[in-house]
């Protein structure tokens, strides 16, 4: 029963701090919203709070059923993961956030996937997953990246620069995109075959 209440905690006190992270991030931004929502990280953070909010406060609705299953989770923890890894080792050095800027720059790319992804692997209760649950959750990224294209094209705007088809042209941007989704899979595979070791012990 203790080992409960502290997951309920635990998952209620990161759903709203996510909230409160992605509220103060679209606050302070001068950013248009529809660039501020474009983004993957806004996206996958976004999809930690609502999933979040749902299984812990609203377990018993459609929406709740459906974030509390464990495809779903694992899911949200490969994107947020993704997030994590291209973000830390790729697009940090780019810019240089100051004052609340850099606050939610750590919070959305360091703490809160990091939190997520530790949840994830103490609190969700393990099942069987199938190595096609890998494909089906390129879906979400997949669709992603072709809205990034096609509306980088009509308002010459892309979230990341390794998107960016006026600089890099349409072939490298594809290859980039290529590499990404096999990043996604392979990086799926390895939280399926953590999970599926999990239920062996």
Known sequence: MKNLNFKTIFASTLALFTWFCIILQF??????????????????????????????????????????????????????????VVYNTVLRGIWKPTGWQLFLDNMLHVLIPILYILSWLFFVTKGKLNWNNGLYWLLFPLIYLIYSLIRGAIVNWYPYPFLNAVKLGYNQVIINIIIMLFVFLISGSALIAINNKSLKK
């Open 27 to 84: 606050y302070i931004s001068s950013d248009k919203f529809i660039n501020i929502i474009s983004y993957f990280t806004i996206l996958c953070n976004s999809l930690i709070a609502v999933s979040l909010s749902f299984s812990t406060f609203f377990p018993k609705t459609k929406l709740g059923a459906f974030f509390s299953s464990l495809s779903v989770k694992t899911a949200i923890a490969l994107y947020i993961f993704i997030v994590f």
